[in-house]
């Protein structure tokens, strides 16, 4: 049974397209995986992308560069010094799921990350990975999760179940967080298409003017999801972090 | 009718003045770059492009469904966007590479001064050893000139010593001497006069009254 992993890899590169920063076997850092030749292809194309480095950076470069920082303070800021081995993780995790988010935008391509179920395995993944490494580390601390520092000790009944399934739903949230917003946002696109499409094939009059409007109609609702695309990535890199560093510190 | 000399004098008055190497290339005529984007030579492209679109769309190749309607509008706002934020982002970048440049020739100027700085420190040091070459002679001349002056002052005192001493010998000898001479002296004296009889002391006596006397009447 293949991992998320490998579907998100196949389907991801399949489309021929190189990413900036592929190192996906650091995804894979939570699954159990050996080396296939997908993540041999992922690497050889990070590896691809750093040929040619320059001191002086060029402005692809630079732009590179200025990727790596942004990623790196998000990383700094979440997940402080003893966090910060995770920093290739959260880039590659940033980048891939930024690569895949706009690529989907493109018409008669779909990116894993629209799909929700998988994007829901991922992030389950992800919190069954981080709740291992924390009960590993935190032994039966970890059980602290659940009953927040200084709230009284009556309320214990209430807190636990809303704490326990607020740390569980988690997993869920984060990777519908992901999927819904680009299907929403290709479902709006697509509606809107639609109807401008059909509306301008009507041969009308009133066709014709309700196609221009939908037409017109689209280019705000493109910037938006060129915006959405990028923002979901780092909303879902971002609380990625967050949660990297809750298993961590335990609050 | 104007001759063909002012026809020609017309002309090179309208002709833009070209330098005598450019002379006939100027003479061919002249390829100006063309803004208009229908004029030859520049619609080769689109005409291309817009052909093999035509066909693939009359062909059915290319569906003109939904998907590329949106497919078209996101092309379009990807080159708007391109066009307005596309030279904020590369000047940005090219700021953020100038800044390393300038952070880097920074530290490159820095160290370069501080190199000179150690080079000019490294000769001013070179030129003042060349000077304690010639301190080093002088103060080597000015201790044999003390030597020389110690050993002259040396050679004096010994001289002033041994010439005391010599004086000291010669004074001693002529002291005695002249006490040797003193006494022979004294002693002849007494003799002599211990050898005059009281005759011969009167005879002398006499001698002379009679003496002074043939001398006395001659004045």
Excluded at chain 1, 62 to 85: I, M, S, T
Excluded at chain 1, 119 to 135: D, E, H, N, Y
Excluded at chain 1, 179 to 202: E, P, R, V
Aim: aromatic share 6%; glycine share 8%.
């Amino acid at each position: 049974m293949l991992s998320c992993s490998r579907i998100f890899l196949r389907q991801g590169l399949s489309t021929g397209a190189r990413s900036l920063a592929a190192p996906i076997q650091l995804t894979s850092y939570i699954h159990t995986t050996h080396v296939n030749k997908d993540e041999t292809v992922a690497s050889g194309a990070l590896i691809e992308a750093a040929k040619g480095m320059r001191v002086i950076p060029t402005r692809g470069q630079a732009a590179k560069e200025k990727l790596y920082g942004f990623v790196q303070d998000l990383c700094k800021q979440n997940l402080g010094e003893e966090g910060y081995r995770y920093f290739p993780f959260a880039l590659g995790l940033f980048t891939t799921i930024g690569f895949c988010n706009v690529t989907n935008l493109l018409p008669y391509i779909e990116m894993p990350t629209q799909i929700i179920g998988c994007t829901v395995a991922m992030s389950t993944t992800l919190i069954a990975g981080l709740t291992i490494k924390c009960i590993a580390k935190h032994k039966l601390d970890f059980a602290s999760f659940f009953f927040p520092p200084g709230a009284p000790i009556g309320l214990a009944p209430l807190l636990v179940p809303v704490e326990t399934i607020s740390f569980f739903s988690r997993a869920v949230s984060l990777g519908v967080r992901l999927g819904a917003n680009l299907t929403a946002g290709h479902m709006i696109l697509h509606i809107i298409s639609d109807f401008g499409a059909q509306m301008l094939a009507s041969g009308t009059v009133g066709g014709g003017i309700g196609g221009v409007l939908c037409t017109a109609a689209l280019v705000p609702v493109c910037i938006l999801e060129m915006a959405v695309a990028v923002v979901q990535a780092y909303v879902f890199c971002m609380l990625t972090t967050m949660y990297l560093n809750d298993a961590h510190e335990l609050h | 009718m104007l001759s063909r000399t002012c026809l020609l004098a017309r002309q090179s008055s309208k002709l833009p003045l070209y330098s005598l190497t450019n002379r006939f290339s100027s003479d061919v005529a002249e390829v100006k770059e063309s803004k208009n984007p229908l004029s030859t030579g520049q619609t080769g492209a689109a005409v291309l492009g817009g052909s093999i679109l035509a066909t693939a769309v009359s062909k059915e190749m290319i569906v003109l469904d939904a998907d590329v309607l949106a497919g078209s509008i996101l092309f379009a706002c990807t080159y708007g966007l391109g066009k307005k934020v596309g030279p904020m982002v590369i000047d940005g970048l090219d700021k953020y590479t100038k800044n390393i440049e300038t952070t880097m020739s920074e530290g490159k100027k820095v160290q370069i001064a501080a190199y000179e700085a150690a080079i000019a420190e490294e000769k001013a040091a070179i030129e003042s050893l060349k000077l304690a070459g010639d301190i080093f002679d002088i103060k080597r001349e000015l201790v044999q000139i003390e030597i020389e002056a110690e050993y002259r002052r040396r050679i004096k005192t010994v001289h002033t010593e041994v010439k005391k001493r010599l004086d000291y010998q010669v004074e001693l000898e002529s002291t005695k001497k002249a006490f040797i001479r003193d006494h022979i002296v004294a002693w002849l004296e007494k003799e002599v006069i211990a050898s005059i009889s009281p005759e011969q002391e009167e005879a002398n006596i006499n001698q002379c009254i009679a003496s002074l006397s043939l001398l006395a009447p001659s004045q």
